[in-house]
């Protein structure tokens, strides 16, 4: 499956974004689905994800309660929807696919990946 992440730009703190993931080749609705950032001189960390029907989430604690994932398998995407950004929220964010692991926050549970979109958070 192919991935491709969009969505990401600039934007003042408290603005919102929302990145977008579609998907090409096979459906993502046997897919598990999270989103990663990596921060400039930073490693990649988990944001959040959801499974592959949509009825569990799971997001790292930075973000909870501001980024929210959903999916349309119809439409073959996946969303976040990023509120009340922050300067630390910047850095180019990556969508990735699981087959068997669940909205794991693991990186190495993932199969698949997009190219990431860059988002920054500046005033």
């Known amino acids: 499956v192919q991935l491709q992440a969009s969505g990401g730009g600039s934007v003042q703190p408290e603005g919102f974004l929302r990145l977008s993931c579609a998907a090409s080749g096979r459906t993502l609705s046997s897919y598990d689905m999270g989103w990663f950032r990596q921060a400039p001189g930073k490693e990649r960390e988990f944001v959040g994800a959801i499974s592959w029907g949509g009825g569990t989430t799971n997001y790292a604690d930075s973000v909870k309660g501001r980024f929210t994932i959903s999916r349309a398998n119809a439409k073959n995407t996946v969303n976040l929807q990023m509120n009340s950004l922050k300067p630390e929220d910047t850095g180019v964010y990556y969508c990735?696919?699981?087959?068997?692991?669940?909205?794991?926050?693991?990186?190495?549970?993932?199969?698949?990946w997009g190219q990431g979109t860059l988002v920054t958070v500046s005033s």
């Open positions: 990735a696919a699981s087959s068997y692991s669940g909205p794991t926050a693991r990186s190495n549970q993932y199969e698949y």
